[in-house]
Structures are given as C-alpha cells and as structure tokens.
C-alpha cells in the first residue's frame, strides 16, 4: 500500500488549496481513508476521513464547513479541498488508510499506512 499526498503550498488567509492523496494497493471501496496535520510542537490531529463507500464523512470542529473530503474511486485519489484557511490551519497534512476500523475513526492509531506529509502554510 502506498499513499501519496500532494497538493500543499503557502497561501494567503481566506485563500484555498486542494490536498490529494493518491493510492496504490488498496480498494478505495473498502477502506477509510483520513487526513491528519501536524502543526510543529504539536501532536498529530484528525482532520477528515471518509469512509469505504464515500457516504460517511466526519470532520474536526473547527474544520467544518471550511473543509471537504472527497473521492474519486477511478483515480484511487481521495481530496481535501480547503477554504477559507485560515494561519491555524498551518501544518503538515498526512493521509492515511484503514482497512478496518475498530472504535473511533478519528483516531490516528487506528490507521495502518500512511503518506507522506504536504506541508500548508497559511500566511500573509
């Protein structure tokens, strides 16, 4: 399984960026696929996730209405378009993937591959 995310970049605040996250090696419709960020100092934080069937999405508070996971199962990429960023949004995005999901799927520990991080910069 490998996951690649791309996308990240430095942008004003209010602006907007696209992450994508690309997949090889897994069935996208029987697997959850997340977004996390690190920001530095700080522990790694949910963001969004999807679910196999791409109907059940879960988002962090603070993202929620800003923010949209999404997935397109014939290019095994999975997006996160963000608006309206905000500098506290500022951190390296990561997307992961589960093939199970026992308890809370916002848990990071419950995700067995990860990408590579795409670094956002909010910022004026």
């Known amino acids: 399984v490998q996951l690649q995310a791309y996308g990240g970049g430095l942008v004003q605040p209010g602006g907007s960026l696209r992450l994508s996250c690309a997949a090889s090696g897994v069935t996208l419709a029987s697997t959850y696929i997340g977004w996390f960020r690190q920001a530095p100092g700080n522990e790694r934080e949910f963001v969004a996730n999807?679910?196999?069937?791409?109907?059940?999405?879960y988002y962090k508070d603070s993202v929620k209405g800003r923010f949209t996971i999404s997935r397109d199962s014939a290019k095994k990429t999975v997006y996160l378009q963000m608006n309206s960023l905000k500098p506290e949004d500022t951190a390296d995005y990561y997307c992961?993937?589960?093939?199970?999901?026992?308890?809370?799927?916002?848990?990071?520990?419950?995700?067995?591959?990860w990408g590579q991080g795409t670094q956002v910069t909010v910022s004026s």
């Open positions: 999807i679910n196999g069937n791409g109907i059940i999405k």
């Open positions: 992961a993937a589960a093939r199970n999901i026992d308890g809370d799927a916002r848990d990071p520990h419950q995700y067995e591959f």
